[in-house]
Structure formats: C-alpha cells, structure tokens
C-alpha cells in the first residue's frame, strides 16, 4: 500500500551505540530525510544518506 501510494526507499544502520534512518522523499526522489541518534534531522542527497562507519546523516 506504501509504494502504490508513491512512497519511497528506506534506509537504516545501527550498532551497538547509534542508529540512523533515512527516507526518500516523495516530492524530490534525489532526496531523503534522514534521522540519527547523535541529534541530527535534515535534509540529505538520497544517493549517499547514511554513512554505516559513523552511523550519522551526511
């Protein structure tokens, strides 16, 4: 129901310490917003939204 209604990728890292969430967004597919347990929320190029070594947004 998620992709019929247009909805995009999603990507997750996490070890131990951090986590870290990013999510294609819908009006602009270049695009995620992504998330992370150090404090960041921000807009990010979709093609590189996590790094898995330092678990944040780039």
Same mark, same amino acid.
């Given at each position: 129901?998620?992709?019929?209604a247009?909805?995009g990728?999603?990507?997750?890292?996490?070890?131990?310490n951090?986590?870290?969430? *990013?999510? !294609?967004l819908?009006?602009?597919?270049t695009?995620a917003w992504?998330?992370s %347990?150090g404090?960041? *929320?921000? !807009?990010?190029?979709?093609?590189?939204a996590?790094?898995t070594n330092?678990l %944040?947004c780039l």
């Amino acid at each position: 129901a998620a992709v019929a209604a247009g909805g995009g990728s999603v990507v997750c890292a996490a070890n131990t310490n951090y986590w870290a969430i *990013a999510v !294609q967004l819908k009006s602009d597919t270049t695009q995620a917003w992504c998330v992370s %347990s150090g404090g960041q *929320a921000k !807009q990010v190029t979709n093609t590189n939204a996590l790094t898995t070594n330092a678990l %944040s947004c780039l």
